[in-house]
DNA sequence: AGCTGTATGTACCGACCGGTAACATTGTCA
DNA sequence: TGACAATGTTACCGGTCGGTACATACAGCT
């Protein structure tokens, strides 16, 4: 992480200004909602009830606090990610299976919008945004993750396989927004399931 | 497709405005490689080369034109996806297998963006925007499609099948733009063919 | 009480957004 | 040559964008 956002490196050493703290509140739920840049700094100050100074006093401009929004939502994704890890210590299949159905459950809910990541990256393009790098750093971090895992399960070619769970993942997050309740995305564990057994050393 | 273009009508019985016409190719550029909201229609006039009139002269609004963006989109995918089709007739998996291979092929080169329909979908998620509603009525239709194909390839649970190469096709359009070069989505074939063989009944 | 530093608010900026009105110009076909 | 459609030119609209100079409220400390 070669730069951060003052609010950040508060939290680090305790005690953050309030106002800083309701806008990050704010923002990753405008955000994750609607969009980054269907949101306007106005509005969302706006929304968290306080001036907009508060705003560019905690974050140097809107594109570093969308990579603040980011790299809090990269924090959550890792504890529910390491939640399905735990629950099934020294078992991958397990645990990504585990993964993948919470994952198709949150798909069926109504206000489901996606992978807030995902989303970033599409928004964003360019290889130099701040909310881009996180959302690729995340991404890049996750593909490692599911090509250790399947190498853990003896596939007989970890990285396909690897490579073929997150496919179905990031398909669940975008079929989960664009199909809303019955969609695709509801299979995506029973889909994983299967590939993973067909891809195991016999 | 309750509403259309200006444009689009004109095309219907041949000859349509110069103008209009260069606009929709630049658009169809511009949009794809940036983003939709990311370019203003001041920038689409300034490429086309046309007055800012002649936009508003053939599309009633901006989201009208990346509607129309879209429904060309539409026409060119299923295009394609028909190409694959017609290649092996009767043969519904070397049908899909042969799609996805020129998807993953696409995803490997530096100016993919994955898919334009996808990605509409993810910067407008309000259910009502023109946009949108294009982008929804192609993937219900590549659902309903895809499906079918799983139906006639005789899978165990021909529905779930069908769902889950869907979640790998749109895994691949999002891989594609997030990794770039060596990306996941290079592997979609293979993963699908995966899929298919542990899919079918024995 | 008085001082000081921090957190917050008020009011404003120039730039750009999507969209339009009014009118001049071009090109084409009869 | 006349008529008409297509296009260009120019100027403009209200609204919103991201961002900031400056004033104020309010702690805690002495």
New interface residues.
């Given amino acids: 992480m070669t730069q951060s956002s003052k609010i950040e490196d508060r939290a680090e050493r305790g005690r953050q200004p309030a106002a800083a703290e309701k806008i990050l509140d704010v923002a990753r739920d405008l955000f994750y909602?609607?969009?980054i840049?269907?949101i306007g700094v106005e509005e969302i100050v706006r929304t968290a009830g306080v001036a907009k100074p508060s705003l560019y006093r905690a974050f140097s401009s809107k594109d570093e606090l969308a990579a603040s929004y980011l790299r809090r939502y990269d924090r959550e994704f890792w504890e529910r990610f390491d939640e399905a890890v735990v629950a099934h210590p020294g078992d991958p299949r397990a645990q990504i299976l585990a993964f993948l159905t919470r994952v198709g459950k949150r798909t069926q809910t109504p206000s489901y919008?996606?992978c807030g990541m995902?989303?970033a990256?599409?928004?964003y393009?360019e290889p130099d945004h701040p909310a881009r790098k996180v959302?690729?750093d995340n991404?890049?971090e996750l593909?490692r993750r599911l090509r250790a895992m399947a190498h853990d399960m003896n596939a007989a070619d970890a990285?396909?396989?690897?490579?073929?769970l997150?496919?179905?993942?990031?398909?669940?997050?975008?079929?989960g927004?664009?199909?809303g309740t019955g969609?695709?995305?509801?299979?995506?564990a029973?889909?994983a399931e299967?590939?993973i057994?067909?891809?195991l050393k016999r």
Same sequence: chains 1, 2.
């Fill in positions: 909602r609607q969009g840049r269907a919008r996606g995902t989303n990256a599409v928004e393009p959302s690729e991404k890049r593909r990285d396909t396989l690897g490579d073929g997150l496919l179905l993942i990031e398909g669940a997050y975008i079929s927004q664009l199909f969609g695709p995305a509801q299979s995506v029973r889909n299967l590939l057994d067909a891809s």
